[in-house]
């Protein structure tokens, strides 16, 4: 029978912040294709109803409690998992506000938790877990604004594009131990965190008038690239930032006239 380069039987993988959103989407996409799943949040008793429902799928999910702005919540979470062949470092947060109304705190709280943190567990779980297995798949969350600045998104674009160049700095770092590390960078899709846009429906417009697709990303539009890096289908390619963001980063500008 022809191997099959998406399967990850026997695989488990960590997904942080499976609260909600695009967290639990790409854990249900990695469930599906056959690993067992690590979930996480500030809040564990918040993972019950995920927890039963990637047991429906019939795989195992275990809930752990982690803060990816605290290095003793890191520590401790790395030395629970136990074995791990995936991880996708998902939890992340935003801040929208113009830049002169930025304070201290808030540029804390986003860099932290998308950059610091992103390192921080990469680096846990790739000292406990992957190193001493020489091998390891790491799949950093990055965003459109990886590659593109939006105004109002000053820290959340500085951390993004921090991802993208920290991305290229572990695939470096932690090839020669067998272990891949990409980014998989979303574009516009409807969760808790941007939900105050799509309540609007001129900015709806907007957003889709500026997407080549012509609409923002549906639940299942990430399955396949985060079970590609995931997976055998991707052993040779690291240190690479994937869009999958329906063309916005392509700039769609409108640039003839009528
Ligand atoms: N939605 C989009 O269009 C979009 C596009 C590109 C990239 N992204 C990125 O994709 C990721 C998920 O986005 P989303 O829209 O699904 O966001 P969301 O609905 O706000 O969910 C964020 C998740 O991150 C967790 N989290 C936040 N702060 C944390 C911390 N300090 N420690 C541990 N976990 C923490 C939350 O868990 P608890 O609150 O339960 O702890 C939650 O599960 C984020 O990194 C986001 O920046 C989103």
């Given at each position: 029978?022809?191997?099959?380069?998406?399967?990850?039987?026997?695989?488990?993988?960590?997904?942080?912040?499976?609260?909600?959103?695009?967290?639990?989407?790409?854990?249900?996409?990695?469930?599906?294709?056959?690993?067992?799943?690590?979930?996480?949040?500030?809040?564990?008793?918040?993972?019950?109803?995920?927890?039963?429902?990637?047991?429906?799928?019939?795989?195992?999910?275990?809930?752990?409690?982690?803060?990816?702005?605290?290095?003793?919540?890191?520590?401790?979470?790395?030395?629970?998992?136990?074995?791990?062949?995936?991880?996708?470092?998902?939890?992340?947060?935003?801040?929208?506000?113009p830049a002169?109304?930025?304070?201290?705190?808030?540029?804390?709280?986003?860099?932290?938790?998308?950059?610091?943190?992103?390192?921080?567990?990469?680096?846990?779980?790739?000292?406990?877990?992957?190193?001493?297995?020489?091998?390891?798949?790491?799949?950093?969350?990055?965003?459109?604004?990886?590659?593109?600045?939006y105004a109002g998104l000053?820290?959340?674009?500085?951390?993004?594009?921090?991802?993208?160049?920290?991305?290229?700095?572990?695939?470096?770092?932690?090839?020669?131990?067998?272990?891949?590390?990409?980014?998989?960078?979303?574009?516009?899709?409807?969760?808790?965190?941007?939900?105050?846009?799509?309540?609007?429906?001129?900015?709806?417009?907007?957003?889709?008038?500026?997407?080549?697709?012509?609409?923002?990303?549906?639940?299942?539009?990430?399955?396949?690239?985060?079970?590609?890096?995931?997976?055998?289908?991707?052993?040779?390619?690291?240190?690479?930032?994937?869009?999958?963001?329906?063309?916005?980063?392509?700039?769609?500008?409108?640039?003839?006239?009528?």
């Open positions: 029978m022809a191997h099959n380069f998406f399967d990850l039987t026997g695989k488990t993988a960590i997904v942080t912040g499976t609260s909600r959103g695009l967290g639990q989407y790409m854990g249900r996409a990695l469930a599906r294709a056959g690993a067992d799943l690590v979930i996480t949040s500030r809040d564990a008793d918040s993972l019950g109803e995920f927890q039963a429902e990637i047991e429906a799928l019939g795989q195992k999910a275990t809930p752990l409690e982690l803060d990816v702005r605290d290095e003793t919540s890191i520590e401790a979470f790395a030395r629970a998992c136990g074995k791990v062949d995936i991880l996708v470092n998902n939890a992340g947060c935003n801040v929208r506000k002169v109304e930025i304070s201290w705190d808030d540029w804390n709280t986003v860099l932290d938790t998308n950059l610091r943190g992103t390192f921080f567990v990469s680096q846990a779980i790739a000292k406990h877990c992957m190193i001493p297995n020489a091998s390891g798949r790491i799949i950093n969350i990055g965003s459109v604004t990886c590659v593109a600045g000053g820290p959340y674009c500085a951390s993004r594009g921090g991802v993208k160049q920290l991305t290229m700095s572990l695939a470096d770092d932690w090839g020669p131990h067998g272990i891949t590390v990409n980014c998989l960078a979303p574009g516009w899709f409807k969760t808790a965190q941007n939900q105050v846009l799509y309540e609007n429906e001129e900015w709806v417009e907007y957003l889709c008038d500026r997407i080549p697709l012509k609409r923002p990303g549906q639940p299942n539009d990430l399955d396949g690239s985060v079970v590609f890096l995931a997976s055998d289908a991707s052993a040779y390619v690291t240190g690479q930032t994937l869009l999958v963001d329906g063309g916005i980063s392509t700039g769609a500008t409108k640039a003839t006239v009528d």
